[in-house]
C-alpha cells in the first residue's frame, strides 16, 4: 500500500561516465612557465641545458647531475638526437659530454662550431696530456702542474717569429684561461692546476703521437 509519499527516480551512475573526464597524457602536462609545453622534469632539464652549454659534465664536480644524467639519460639522449648530437657517457673517466653527429649520406644541420685551438694553445694541451699520461701511468689519481713548469717546456717550443718572452708568456698564460673555461684544467690556487681527465678526450693518444712528431720536425728544421 503505498502512503502518497513520492520518491524521486535516481538513476544510478554509470561505469562509463566518470566524474571528472579524462585528459589526454599529453595535455595533462605540469607548466613551469607560461606555455611550457616541455615534458621533463625541471631538474632533468637542467641536466640537459648543462650538457648543452658546458664542454662536459663531470662525476666528480657534479654528482647531483651525474646521477640524473644516468637515471634518465635515454630521455636525455633522446632530446639531443632531435638537434643531431651524440651524448657521450665516458663511465671510465667519470665525463659526459656531447658530439656533433655528420652523415656523408644524410643532410645533419650543424649546431656545434668547431673553435680551432691557436699555436700556443695546443703547444700547451700537448704539454698537459703528455704529463698527465705520465702521472696516471705512474699511479696518480690526481694530477697537478704549476704555470712554472708549462711555460718552461712551452717557452722552449717558441721562435723568434712568435715575439718577445714576454709575449709568448702572454700567450700561455692566456691559454691556460681557456683551458680553465673549458674544464680542461683547474686552477686550485694561483698558478697551480689540476688537470682534468678531458684533456685524454681533447687530445687521443694518436694525436699526441701525431703532435709530438709534428713538433720533433719543427726542432730538427729550426737548428
Known amino acids: 500500500m503505498s502512503d502518497g509519499t ?33 615534458t621533463l622534469d625541471p631538474e632533468v632539464r637542467r641536466v640537459l641545458v648543462h650538457i648543452l652549454q658546458r664542454r662536459f659534465l663531470a662525476a666528480d664536480r657534479s654528482r647531483r647531475e651525474w646521477a640524473l644524467l644516468l637515471e634518465h639519460q635515454q630521455m636525455i639522449e633522446s632530446r639531443l638526437n632531435d638537434l643531431y648530437l651524440r651524448l657521450v657517457v665516458d663511465h671510465g673517466r667519470g665525463l659526459a659530454y656531447k658530439q656533433q653527429l655528420r652523415s656523408d649520406e644524410i643532410d645533419m644541420p650543424v649546431l656545434l662550431k668547431d673553435t680551432p685551438y691557436s699555436r700556443a694553445e695546443t703547444l700547451v694541451l700537448v ?24 711555460e718552461q717546456t712551452v717557452l722552449s717550443y717558441f721562435t723568434e717569429v712568435d715575439g718577445s718572452t714576454a709575449r709568448q708568456q702572454r700567450a700561455i698564460r692566456a691559454a691556460m684561461e681557456r683551458l680553465a673555461r673549458e674544464g680542461i684544467v683547474d686552477e686550485e690556487t694561483t698558478g697551480r692546476y689540476r688537470i682534468s681527465a678531458l684533456v685524454e678526450v681533447v687530445l687521443s693518444a694518436r694525436t699526441l703521437k701525431e703532435l709530438r712528431d709534428w713538433l720533433r720536425t719543427q726542432e730538427v728544421a729550426a737548428r
Not at 538513476?11 to 609545453?37: C, K, N, T, W, Y
Not at 705520465?134 to 704549476?146: K, T
Open 6 to 38: 513520492q520518491v524521486q527516480d535516481e538513476s544510478p551512475i554509470q561505469d562509463d561516465e566518470p566524474f571528472i573526464s579524462p585528459v589526454a597524457m599529453e595535455d595533462d602536462l605540469e607548466e613551469h612557465f607560461p606555455g611550457d609545453r616541455g
Open 127 to 150: 704539454h698537459l696530456r703528455t704529463v698527465y699520461q705520465r702521472e696516471s701511468a705512474a699511479g696518480e689519481a690526481s694530477v697537478r702542474i704549476d704555470i712554472e713548469d708549462v
